[in-house]
């Protein structure tokens, strides 16, 4: 039993319509600890990223998920953002007519408020986050995403690049303070300079308050972000983990190391 690790996947089983993709999967990620989860496509990287939030369509067929000691496995999204976690998405969606200052002031307040249920079953009532006060927030934050500030009044994701979605997941990541982040493939389809800030980004967030989960497919991020641990994943198993030098192996040889290493295994 661990008292300490602050998200704990116990044997996680996962169906997607009808379909097993996690078979009996393990992990634990800290406070102040940096994880990578490494594995080629289709091995359910992303599935264990939607089921960690919560995703209706991901059936948890097996095993557990406990944050913070307890169970989640009951909780939607929302709860779980509120508790604490966080995940930035690999294809984040555009949502036109909501700007990027208005989402993150909604998200903000929904993660700091404790919903208390009233009587009509309305949200009672509250101020949230003084507009003076999250604008200074939010400048602050995009000054370290190195984000100009007129990007905060474009609406959420509609055209942007590669590169500026995956910077405004970072900055959603930086203004709600989660305890742990999963970011799931947050490297693919940026360039060198944005995965720099990107990365720089996640290392300036980082530190005893945050436990990060990188997922990636690529050994690239990890040469600016710097894991503590290094998971492998095939066939919806962790079936290797080391510390860093386990993801220069994988650069080196390739996943096939890892295949024979399993085949041989048995
Ligand atoms: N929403 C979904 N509907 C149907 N199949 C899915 C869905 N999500 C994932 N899968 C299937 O699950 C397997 C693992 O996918 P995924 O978790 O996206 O892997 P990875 O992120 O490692 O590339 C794949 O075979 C994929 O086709
Ligand atoms: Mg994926």
Redesign the pocket.
């Known amino acids: 039993m661990s008292q300490t690790a602050d998200l704990v996947v116990q044997d996680l089983h996962v169906a997607?319509?009808g379909?097993q993709?996690l078979k009996g999967l393990s992990l634990e990620v800290r406070k102040g600890e940096v994880h990578a989860l490494m594995?080629?496509?289709?091995?359910?990287?992303?599935?264990?990223?939607?089921t960690l939030m919560g995703h209706p369509?991901?059936e948890v067929t097996g095993g557990d998920i406990l944050f913070k000691g307890e169970s989640i496995l009951g909780l939607e999204s929302d709860a779980r953002s509120r508790a604490g976690l966080f995940l930035a998405f690999?294809y984040p969606v555009a949502i036109p007519g909501v700007t990027v200052s208005n989402f993150l002031r909604t998200a903000l307040n929904a993660r700091l408020a404790p919903r208390v249920a009233t009587t009509d079953g309305s949200m009672p009532a509250r101020r949230g986050i003084a507009p003076k006060e999250f604008r200074a927030l939010l400048r602050e934050h995009m000054a370290l995403l190195k984000m100009d500030e007129s990007f905060a009044l474009r609406y959420l994701n509609d055209g942007f690049s590669g590169g500026e979605k995956k910077r405004t997941e970072i900055l959603q990541m930086a203004m709600l303070k989660p305890e742990i982040a999963i970011m799931?493939?947050t490297d693919s389809g940026l360039d060198i300079d944005a995965l720099r800030i990107v990365s720089e980004g996640v290392n300036a967030l980082s530190g005893p308050d945050l436990g990060v989960l990188v997922?990636t497919?690529y050994q690239r991020i990890l040469d600016y972000i710097k894991p503590h641990f290094v998971h492998v994943?095939l066939d919806?198993r962790i079936t290797l983990s080391g510390g860093p030098e386990l993801a220069l192996e994988l650069e080196s040889r390739g996943y096939d190391f890892v295949r024979e290493g399993k085949e041989s295994a048995r």
Do not use: C, F, W
């Open positions: 997607v319509e379909k993709i594995g080629p496509n289709g091995s359910g990287k992303s599935t264990l990223a939607n369509r991901y690999q799931d493939e997922i497919h994943m919806g």
